[in-house]
C-alpha cells in the first residue's frame, strides 16, 4: 500500500494551499466577525475550478474525482472552514444529487453553472423537528395539474440564500406505499420560485462566515419535471449522497485539525514563559505529539474510505469510521490548541479562536457520531434493541 500522492494530486493539494495561504487567511477573520458571506474568494475558488473539480467536462466540470474534492477541502480547512463548507455542501451536496440522479436535461440544465461556482446549490433534507431521524419528513408535495405543490420547513440549511444561490434539491413526502409507509420524493425548487421563502441567517456559534438558514415553501409550485430521480426513492437517494458527504466531512475535519497544529508550531517557538520558549516543554510537546497522531490516523481512515469509494466498493462503514474519528481529532485539537494558547486562544481574532468555534458541528452536521456508531454498529451485523 502507497499512500503517497500522485502527481496530479499532489499538484493540486499545493495549489489550493498556496490559495487558502495567500487569498483567504488575511482576510477571512474580519469576515468571520461581520459574519459575512465572502463572495470576492469564492468568486476566486470558482475561477481555480473548484466547484467543478468531481463532475466530468461534458458538463463543465474539471474531470476529477470525490478524492480531489476533498484534497481541496483539507487545505481549505488549514485555515478557515467557512469557506471549506461553503465548497463542499455547494459540491457534495448541492450539485451532486443532480450529477447522480438527475435527467440529462436536468444536468444539461443545471450543472454547467453549478460548475463554474455561478451558482450554488443547496440540499434540503433537515427539518425542525427531524434532526438525526431524516426519514421523520414532514414536508409535502402533491401533483396538482402538472406541478408539484410543496409545503413544509427545512432548517439549518447551508448555502441556501446567497446571492448566487440557484436551487435547493429538497426531500418531501409524495404519498404512501401499500405498507402505509411514507413515499419519499426529492424535487428541485429553483431560488425565487413563489411561495418558496428563505429566512434571515441564523446567529451561529461558528462557520459565521457561512450561509445558513431556515427554508418555508407554502404551496409552492414547480413543474412535475423538476421531481429529481425516481418517485419514492428520495431518501434512499439522499442516503447515499450522506454517504460521500461524510469523507468530505472527514476531510474538512482533518484540514481543521492539521490548521491547529500548524498554528501551534508557529505560536510554541516565539511565546517564551519562565526564560524559554513553551515548545520546549515536555507537557506542550507532548500535546502537540497527540494531535499530530489524531491528525494522521483521522487522514489515514478518509483516505482508505475515499479510495473504496471510488473503486466502486463498499464504504458505508469506511466513511463513517472517518468521521467519528476526523471529526473527534478536530474537537480534540482545537481545544488543545485553544489551551495551548491561553488567553489569546480565547479572542475571536486568533485562528485558533475560530478554530474552536467551528469544530463542534463537524460531530453534528451530515450525521452525528452518535448516528455513525449505529451505522458502523450495523455494518458489523450488531442488531438489537433501540437506545
Not at 404512501?176 to 451561529?204: D, H
Not at 464504504?315 to 468521521?323: N, R
Given at each position: 500500500?502507497?499512500?503517497?500522492?500522485?502527481?496530479?494530486?499532489?499538484?493540486?493539494?499545493?495549489?489550493?494551499?498556496?490559495?487558502?495561504?495567500?487569498?483567504?487567511?488575511?482576510?477571512?477573520?474580519?469576515?468571520?466577525?461581520?459574519?459575512e458571506f465572502p463572495y470576492d474568494i469564492i468568486a476566486q475558488m470558482a475561477g481555480m475550478g473548484?466547484?467543478?473539480?468531481?463532475?466530468?467536462?461534458?458538463?463543465?466540470?474539471?474531470?476529477?474525482?470525490?478524492?480531489?474534492?476533498?484534497?481541496?477541502?483539507?487545505?481549505?480547512?488549514?485555515?478557515?472552514?467557512?469557506?471549506?463548507?461553503?465548497?463542499?455542501?455547494?459540491?457534495?451536496?448541492?450539485?451532486?444529487?443532480?450529477?447522480?440522479?438527475g435527467t440529462e436535461e436536468q444536468k444539461r440544465q443545471w450543472l454547467p453553472k453549478l460548475c463554474r461556482g455561478e451558482m450554488l446549490g443547496a440540499?434540503?433534507?433537515?427539518?425542525?423537528?427531524?434532526?438525526?431521524?431524516?426519514?421523520?419528513?414532514?414536508?409535502?408535495?402533491?401533483?396538482?395539474?402538472?406541478?408539484?405543490?410543496?409545503n413544509g420547513t427545512k432548517a439549518f440549511i447551508t448555502n441556501s440564500g446567497t446571492e448566487i444561490t440557484g436551487l435547493v434539491t429538497v426531500t418531501a413526502v409524495t404519498g404512501r406505499r401499500e405498507e402505509g409507509k411514507k413515499e419519499i420524493s426529492t424535487l428541485?425548487?429553483?431560488?425565487?420560485?413563489?411561495?418558496?421563502?428563505?429566512?434571515e441567517k441564523y446567529?451561529?456559534?461558528?462557520?459565521s462566515a457561512s450561509d445558513t438558514r431556515e427554508l418555508t415553501f407554502s404551496d409552492c409550485r414547480v413543474p412535475e419535471a423538476n421531481l429529481l430521480g425516481r418517485r419514492g426513492r428520495g431518501y434512499a437517494q439522499f442516503l447515499s449522497i450522506l454517504d460521500e458527504g461524510?469523507?468530505?466531512?472527514?476531510?474538512?475535519?482533518?484540514?481543521?485539525?492539521?490548521?491547529?497544529?500548524?498554528?501551534?508550531?508557529?505560536?510554541?517557538?516565539?511565546?517564551?514563559?519562565?526564560?524559554?520558549?513553551?515548545?520546549?516543554?515536555?507537557?506542550?510537546?507532548f500535546?502537540?505529539?497527540?494531535?499530530?497522531?489524531?491528525?494522521?490516523?483521522?487522514?489515514?481512515?478518509y483516505y482508505h474510505a475515499a479510495a473504496k469509494m471510488l473503486c466502486g466498493e463498499p464504504f458505508k462503514k469506511e466513511a463513517a469510521i472517518a468521521k467519528l474519528i476526523s471529526t473527534d481529532a478536530a474537537m480534540a485539537?482545537?481545544?488543545?490548541?485553544?489551551?495551548?494558547?491561553?488567553?489569546?486562544?480565547f479572542m475571536n481574532e486568533s485562528p485558533v479562536g475560530r478554530f474552536y468555534r467551528d469544530a463542534k458541528i463537524l460531530e453534528i452536521g451530515e450525521g452525528t457520531s452518535e448516528v455513525q456508531r449505529m451505522l458502523i454498529a450495523r455494518e458489523l451485523g450488531l442488531r438489537g434493541t433501540a437506545s
Amino acid at each position: 500500500m502507497d499512500h503517497r500522492l500522485a502527481p496530479e494530486y499532489e499538484d493540486l493539494r499545493k495549489a489550493v494551499e498556496q490559495f487558502a495561504h495567500d487569498a483567504v487567511a488575511p482576510v477571512i477573520g474580519e469576515y468571520y466577525e461581520r459574519c459575512e458571506f465572502p463572495y470576492d474568494i469564492i468568486a476566486q475558488m470558482a475561477g481555480m475550478g473548484l466547484f467543478g473539480l468531481p463532475f466530468p467536462e461534458t458538463h463543465e466540470g474539471m474531470g476529477g474525482d470525490y478524492f480531489a474534492l476533498c484534497l481541496a477541502l483539507e487545505e481549505l480547512a488549514r485555515v478557515d472552514s467557512s469557506v471549506a463548507i461553503t465548497l463542499e455542501a455547494g459540491v457534495s451536496l448541492g450539485a451532486m444529487p443532480i450529477h447522480r440522479f438527475g435527467t440529462e436535461e436536468q444536468k444539461r440544465q443545471w450543472l454547467p453553472k453549478l460548475c463554474r461556482g455561478e451558482m450554488l446549490g443547496a440540499f434540503g433534507l433537515t427539518e425542525p423537528d427531524g434532526g438525526s431521524d431524516a426519514g421523520a419528513t414532514r414536508t409535502t408535495a402533491r401533483l396538482e395539474g402538472g406541478e408539484w405543490v410543496v409545503n413544509g420547513t427545512k432548517a439549518f440549511i447551508t448555502n441556501s440564500g446567497t446571492e448566487i444561490t440557484g436551487l435547493v434539491t429538497v426531500t418531501a413526502v409524495t404519498g404512501r406505499r401499500e405498507e402505509g409507509k411514507k413515499e419519499i420524493s426529492t424535487l428541485i425548487v429553483p431560488a425565487g420560485t413563489p411561495g418558496f421563502t428563505v429566512s434571515e441567517k441564523y446567529s451561529k456559534v461558528g462557520w459565521s462566515a457561512s450561509d445558513t438558514r431556515e427554508l418555508t415553501f407554502s404551496d409552492c409550485r414547480v413543474p412535475e419535471a423538476n421531481l429529481l430521480g425516481r418517485r419514492g426513492r428520495g431518501y434512499a437517494q439522499f442516503l447515499s449522497i450522506l454517504d460521500e458527504g461524510r469523507i468530505a466531512i472527514a476531510a474538512l475535519s482533518v484540514g481543521l485539525a492539521q490548521g491547529c497544529i500548524d498554528e501551534c508550531l508557529r505560536y510554541v517557538d516565539r511565546r517564551e514563559a519562565f526564560g524559554r520558549t513553551i515548545g520546549t516543554y515536555q507537557a506542550i510537546q507532548f500535546k502537540i505529539a497527540d494531535m499530530e497522531a489524531r491528525t494522521h490516523a483521522a487522514r489515514l481512515a478518509y483516505y482508505h474510505a475515499a479510495a473504496k469509494m471510488l473503486c466502486g466498493e463498499p464504504f458505508k462503514k469506511e466513511a463513517a469510521i472517518a468521521k467519528l474519528i476526523s471529526t473527534d481529532a478536530a474537537m480534540a485539537n482545537a481545544r488543545e490548541a485553544t489551551q495551548i494558547f491561553g488567553g489569546y486562544g480565547f479572542m475571536n481574532e486568533s485562528p485558533v479562536g475560530r478554530f474552536y468555534r467551528d469544530a463542534k458541528i463537524l460531530e453534528i452536521g451530515e450525521g452525528t457520531s452518535e448516528v455513525q456508531r449505529m451505522l458502523i454498529a450495523r455494518e458489523l451485523g450488531l442488531r438489537g434493541t433501540a437506545s
